[in-house]
């Protein structure tokens, strides 16, 4: 497993580095922001640790460039500050999870497998349909006739959940276990964010399926 890393702090980049190649992943550390573009341009990565405060060109910059570009690896980002509009920005902009420093080593880790493990069950399935939508989740297409768009790993998780349970009700408890894991501090708040991403691309593509909201447990599926 490939492992992009983009720190500026050095000594933060040399610990980290050591831990995942303990672990026996496969490192490239830079520096600054516009290498780690150009880095992630290569898709040749399975994830992206991406820190926000970088000099040349910042974590969120990096991120809206290379989701721009349409590169669809796995992305954390390494948040000083765990005020929640910088998380939102970061989800926003195409990130996969967040990790507010500092950490501990063992979550970092826990966070890497559960994108790995997440990225491959993904990729394993196929072509999942609903009223008039179509989503082929290796490609991470949603379709609506004529219409397409693509979705990021989480969103594609919410997806994929919402669509193998239509018309049932499932609960924001149960979707932050199944996008975070029972282990994290992730809130309502972020769910609702992907929630809202989702409800945009359905209203772009004008599909009859709609993600309802049921006041106070959560959200179901219908067409
Ligand atoms: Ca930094």
């Not at 000083?80 to 509009?85: H, I, L, M």
Request: aromatic share 8%; charged share 30%.
């Amino acid at each position: 497993m490939n492992v992009l890393l983009i720190e500026d702090e050095r000594k933060l980049s040399e610990a980290l580095t050591h831990i995942l190649k303990q672990e026996k992943y496969v490192v490239d550390a830079v520096y600054d922001g516009e290498s780690g573009y150009e880095y992630g341009l290569s898709d040749r990565y399975d994830v992206i640790i991406l820190d926000v405060m970088l000099p040349k060109l910042n974590g969120f910059e990096v991120l809206k460039r290379l989701r721009e570009e349409k590169v669809t690896t796995p992305v954390l980002v390494l948040t000083a500050r765990s005020d929640v509009s910088d998380r939102v920005k970061g989800l926003d902009m195409g990130a996969d999870d967040y990790l507010a420093k500092p950490f501990s080593t063992p979550e970092l880790l826990a966070r890497i497998r559960a994108l790995l493990r997440r990225k491959t069950n993904v990729l394993n399935e196929n072509v999942r349909t609903f009223g008039d939508l179509e989503y082929n989740v290796s490609a991470y297409e949603l379709r609506c006739r004529d219409k397409k768009v693509k979705v990021m790993l989480k969103e594609s998780e919410l997806l994929i959940y919402l669509l193998e349970r239509p018309s049932f009700v499932v609960t924001k408890d149960e979707l932050i276990i199944k996008l975070w894991g029972y282990d994290s501090d992730a809130e309502y708040n972020n769910i609702e964010v992907y929630v809202s991403f989702l409800r945009r691309k359905l209203e772009y593509l004008a599909s009859s399926v709609k993600i309802v909201t049921v006041r106070g447990v959560g959200y179901k599926l219908e067409a």
